[in-house]
């Protein structure tokens, strides 16, 4: 991709403006708790802390609306910690550049490394840094820094408080995440209906465990639909895709196909009525129809073998999900007796500090895009305050206050928001600033209108990032209304230096960048050897029954997940770069996308059909393992060095296989399955001009 098409797609993303669910009543919760901390510190204090204290309120307020799992209250006093911190340390330094500007760039420096633990980590960090450049503009000694610091953790504290009095939906990002994966297991079944070798797109599974993951304290007060449906989800999939499929499930035509797609209909409507009971926290309401086609019919069609198996297996896996759906949960009181439901364990936050240290530890390197995104907002931020300290009009931070907002570890985002900050910026501040000029309005009008500019931030913050730079832009010229700053001054400063800001972060993009195009190898070849640790837990099973470890399977089937989204976040990052491509084509890519996708689904066919732990051990499946684990080394060192890949030993030792145990054999079946996925890759990533890896430039 040019420059150019990148400049051009970047400004299109950025302005683009997108139609989402809104959510007006915790938008208004938020708005109040900036509408508290103003008000009570203006009518008691000075509209200097008036203005402090709205940044501790806002910051809390808009970091409740990440996406976390963590419980809002925390977050929002997370927040406050780390913006009170800021503050004071900031305004101790304020007393000389030449400390602030090493205090400044030190902050920064650690506040981009927090993006190696988490986005809203990230984030959280972010607004530290942007509260540190703007209220140490506001005079004041060491006790009156306490003093403002201790606002700013005020506002945190009453987000908090609001969260808790005022609750709404409790539980609700956790119902919706639960529901949104049996919502994609139904969508899911009615595709397999039509198309057996369907997709699908692992992700709502992947945020339902990780709602699911709670403290101790937590799941002490979990609603019961939680805690048991999850588990039944992620078992219901490789056992729909069984069903569907025409070699290790029902025949592709005949009465067989027509009973596997009526089960699969029902299985969908089943999951639907699930999901909704979930949601909206009501009881399991089944159509009639549903439930007579999930029963094993006396007459009529019947399935046999591997897809009789995988429709019984389906039945009863629905019935777990109804039944956990509706039962209650016993859970174990302060005196023992009763059973709680095991969860999965989320670290309180003190215990995420060892987690945090060993996640920047790994990320403080030159070659991680964590660390050269920390050195580069650093070395921005503190050009942007130098640069807005030398200007006339004032208001210094404004410009590395933009660069820390804008700037992400990946070009794409920092280029979108970059556009959006500014076009944003330039209308908020121009309708702000037109009110200000025809109204002339007093302390508390202002106030009362920056507390509407939050409200509307908050209301439409998930339609576009120039949305929400235009109610920021709007809510800053409010706030420095309340203090007495002329409009016309704040119209001419704010827009030249959101300008100044945004452009020196592309420029240092630009000349420091963090290219994702040259590392998608490595990514494929992770993803590769992902899946062959998926497929290698399988085989075992089949081999020793006797030592089946369903554990060690579902953890290479988690650790597969992983290795596909962390390849999907990089291919899509790496198509909006402006680099030229090295070795690995477009549409080479897209094709060993699709055949580690088809290993992943041949390994869940397998999984679907594990033997009990008495079956006989086969020896094939021993074989074909052993030369498939001798194979992936070698293989995932081929696609990073860009040789051909080579499955000649797996190949030989599953003709052994199928020779010895014939083909019908479930295992054998899938087994071939998985060969011909590697042959695909094989082919995809072949080198020379007869295969599809030439290096061309990425569209």
Known sequence: ???????????????????????????????????????????????????????????????????????????????????????????????????????????????????????????????????????????????????????????????????????????????????????????????????????????????????????????????????????????????????????????????????????????????????????????????????????????????????????????????????????????????????????????????????????????????????????????????????????????????PMTSVMVMRPDFGQTYSRGVARFAGTVVGVAVAGALMAFTHPGPWVCAGLAVLCVGLMYLLMRTGYSVTSACIAAYVVFLLGIAGEGWSQTIEARVALTLLGGLLAMAAYALFPTWETPRLRDRLADWLTANGHYALAVLGAFARPEERKPRRVREALLDARAARTAWEEMAGRALTEPVRHRGLSRSSERAAEAALATLGRATMLMEAHLPDRGAEPSKGAAAFAAALEAALPAAAGAIRDRRALDWTAPREALAAWRADEGEESVAVRGSELLLDALDELAASLSPGPGGRNRATRRP
């Open 1 to 399: 991709m040019t420059w150019s098409s990148a400049l051009r797609n970047a400004a299109r993303d950025g302005l683009t403006i997108e139609r989402t669910k809104l959510t007006p009543v915790v938008a208004a919760r938020g708005a109040l708790g900036v509408a508290i901390v103003v008000g009570v510190t203006l009518w008691l204090g000075t509209p200097a802390l008036a203005v402090s204290s709205a940044f501790g309120a806002f910051s809390a307020g808009l970091v409740t609306f990440q996406r976390s799992w963590r419980p809002r209250p925390v977050l929002a006093l997370a927040v406050a910690t780390g913006l009170a911190v800021s503050t004071f340390l900031g305004y101790v330094a304020a007393f000389d550049p030449v400390v602030f500007g090493t205090l400044l760039t030190v902050w920064t420096l650690l506040a981009g490394m927090a993006w190696a633990v988490g986005p809203v980590s990230g984030l959280v960090a972010t607004q530290t840094i942007a509260v540190m450049l703007v209220t140490v503009t506001l005079p004041t000694s060491v006790m009156g820094a306490l003093h403002h610091a201790g606002l700013i953790a005020v506002g945190g504290l009453v987000q908090a408080a609001l969260i808790v009095l005022l609750p709404v939906r409790p539980w609700g990002v956790q119902r919706d995440a639960l529901a949104d994966a049996l919502a994609a297991e139904a969508d899911y079944a009615r595709r397999l209906r039509h198309d057996p070798r369907a997709l699908f797109d692992p992700q709502p599974l992947m945020d339902a465990r990780e709602a699911a993951e709670l403290t101790p304290r937590q799941a002490r007060s979990r609603p019961r639909q939680l805690g048991g449906p999850r588990g039944v989800a992620e078992r219901l999939r490789p056992v729909l895709a069984a069903l569907a499929d025409p070699v290790l499930g029902a025949p592709a035509e005949g009465p067989e196909r027509d009973r596997a797609r009526d089960l699969l209909g029902a299985a969908a409507t089943v999951l639907d009525a699930v999901a909704r009971a979930i949601r909206w926290g009501k009881p399991v309401k089944l159509p009639d129809e549903a439930t007579a086609v999930l029963t094993v019919p006396a007459t009529g069609p019947v399935l046999h073998g591997a897809a009789r198996r995988s429709a019984l297996r389906l039945m009863a896996l629905l019935g777990d999900a109804v039944d956990a759906t509706d039962e209650p949960v016993r859970r174990t009181s302060a005196r023992g007796g009763g059973r709680e439901h095991r969860h999965l364990l989320r670290p309180s936050v003190p215990r995420l500090v060892p987690v945090a240290l060993h996640a920047l530890r790994r990320e403080a390197r030159w070659s991680s895009p964590v660390g050269r995104h920390a050195v580069r907002v650093a070395a921005v931020v503190l050009a942007g305050y130098a640069a807005g300290t030398a200007l006339p009009w004032g208001h210094a931070y404004w410009a």
